[in-house]
């Protein structure tokens, strides 16, 4: 889907233990604020000739990524309600089964549910006091999703795509890594490339320049391969400081 591209999702339900997240999502984020940090000490250099020393940690990257919530609880007492794979505060906003796959609804405003009520054949919810507005939604969303969910597996995903888009409704299949790599968005942005020399290809830079993904140079060196190169350049420079 071009309008809602919600690609993978690492499943777990609001019951759950707690479950470890696949991607090192604080490590990566961390490297990302450093850059960014870096980036704005550069400019503040630029204006000023200081520079900045930047900090950053793994710790305040993970409070960053729920700072939503804890929000909520500093300023207004409210505690976390786990919600699995759907928003804590938008009705629907979420993961359902369909008759095959699972699909990802995002009617986060009341234009979009109101579109999307009447695309899935349930028109009277647009008049229902229960269901029209966000608020009301929310206050009975315990009665609303098992409709929504009941409705979902009397057909496709890919047929639910197909009605839902044509309103303008956000929604995605959830894909599973074999499903992504055989998407077309995956194949258009070139995010997966070739290892030059090697019989590898490995996903790239979620970034382009000018409308180009940085392309992969070379492999990771082997061991010594470049000794002769890096102690040849010392030696030169050793003995032109002679």
Sequence with gaps: STLFP??????????????????????????????????????????????????????ESAVHWVSGPLNAYNNMGIDTVRTGAASANLVPYQVFETADRPICIAAGNNRLFLKFAAVVGK?????????????????????????????????????????????????????????????????????????????????SLPITLDGERPPIRFASPKLGEHTDEVLGAIGAAVKAAE
């Excluded at 499943?11 to 704005?40: E, H, K, Q, Y």
């Excluded at 550069?42 to 520079?51: D, N, P, S, V």
């Design 6 to 59: 919600y690609t993978t999702l690492f499943r777990s339900r609001a019951d759950d233990p707690p479950t470890f997240c696949a991607p090192a999502i604080n490590d990566t984020a961390t490297g990302m604020w450093a850059v960014i940090g870096a980036l704005a000490a550069l400019e503040e250099r630029r204006h000023t000739g200081k520079g900045k020393i930047i900090g950053c940690s793994l710790f």
């Design 123 to 203: 028109p009277e919810w647009c008049d229902d006091p229960r269901f029209n507005k966000p608020d009301a939604r929310y206050e009975n969303r315990e009665t609303l999703l098992p409709m929504i969910a009941e409705v979902f597996m009397g057909d496709t995903c890919d047929n639910w795509i197909a009605k839902i888009e044509s309103v303008g409704v956000p929604c995605s299949p959830v894909n599973d890594i074999e499903a992504l790599s055989k998407t077309e968005q995956l194949a258009a942005t070139k995010m997966v490339q070739p290892i030059p020399g090697l019989k590898y290809n490995i996903t």
